[in-house]
């Protein structure tokens, strides 16, 4: 087995160095290559994979400037030569296991996708109201997608592919091509409008196709979280994104002919209840007003990315040609 870490980056030099860091201080005795894929980074990106950039250690460096996450995953999954890809966020380290984990996983050749525990490492303590964004997984896990977090517990288990998320993302590279690839994610703020629902259209697919997917608590890894992102203007910027990625998947599915649009403002009513799932299991009120505030104002978020999105797609043919793309390996973003 050849496994093929692929790392998008674009001005992380600091976390990507932590990133290349565990991977080599964990490396496996089977054969791997990490491929990072700088996304025009006026930092010293370039410099950290100088480091690291020694051919004994299977490295490789692309530049392509091209806005979004999809340069990075197809770019490097055009240039990778494993049978299996691993995508990596710039921002996570390795656990020891993660190499053996993913190499059992797949050694299953049913098995079409996989990942494991992403677990935080916070750069500060985590303010109390986060625990309002956590979901109970019926295998008794949890998880938060705010913040791309999994931890299902210790025993390999068969999954709903929509949980392999992006950050500790594996797949077979003939499943990736046979799904056809990842959608638009990570769009720049100027270029909202060609925001997509990232690995979510993958993974939906894969669903409707029945591939397997597994979560194997050896493929560990730990999310670098900054205090940026532990404040309500970062939760506010994603739900808007959230509403965006709504929008993108609602048209795909209205135009295949597949079935309804997807609920506009469903944020709203799964954080509700959310928050009466913790109230309920509270002797006191945590700040009750502040929930009702926060609840209210990040599903005004969604909504207004929503609409955004919809007017945007009604107005704009560069914007419906996007949409509407079958697949996304030419992924160029119009002039």
Request: net charge positive; proline share 5%; hydrophobic share 40%.
């Amino acid at each position: 087995m050849f496994i093929s870490v692929i790392i998008p980056t674009r001005n992380r030099a600091k976390t990507l160095k932590q990133t290349l860091e565990a991977l080599y201080r964990n490396q496996p005795a089977f054969g791997f290559e990490v491929v990072v894929v700088d996304n025009g980074s006026s930092d010293n990106t370039a410099d950290v994979c100088e480091i690291f950039n020694n051919p004994t250690w299977n490295f490789k460096y692309v530049f392509d400037a091209e806005p979004g996450l999809l340069t990075g995953r197809h770019h490097g999954a055009a240039v990778a030569g494993g049978e299996i890809l691993c995508f990596l966020d710039d921002d996570v380290e390795i656990s020891e296991t993660w190499f053996g984990g993913v190499a059992e996983a797949f050694s299953n050749a049913d098995v079409q996708l996989a990942t494991g525990p992403s677990l935080p490492k916070f750069e500060t303590p985590p303010p109390g109201w986060l625990e309002l964004f956590w979901e109970k997984h019926p295998s008794g896990g949890s998880y938060c997608t705010w913040l791309s977090l999994l931890d299902l517990g210790s025993k390999p288990m068969k999954i709903d592919a929509n949980f392999v998320f992006g950050l500790n993302f594996c797949i077979r590279k003939t499943a990736l091509y046979t799904l056809q690839g990842f959608h638009p994610d990570n769009i720049p703020a100027t270029l909202q409008m060609y925001q997509g629902d990232g690995e979510t259209g993958l993974t939906s697919k894969a669903n409707e196709l029945g591939y397997l997917a597994v979560y194997h608590p050896n493929i560990k890894l730990f999310h670098l979280i900054g205090t940026d992102r532990l404040t309500t203007d970062y939760f506010k910027k994603r739900a808007f994104y959230q509403g965006v990625c709504n929008s993108f998947s609602a048209i795909r599915l209205k135009h295949s002919g597949k079935g309804p649009a997807v609920v506009e403002n469903n944020l709203g009513r799964k954080l509700a209840r959310q928050v009466r799932e913790v109230l309920s299991k509270t002797k006191t009120l945590l700040f009750p007003q502040k929930d009702r505030i926060l609840r209210a104002m990040l599903a005004a978020e969604e909504k207004r990315g929503y609409t955004f999105h919809q007017r945007a797609f009604r107005k704009n043919a560069s914007v419906q040609k996007w949409v509407l793309k079958p697949d996304y390996w030419d992924y160029k973003l119009p002039a």
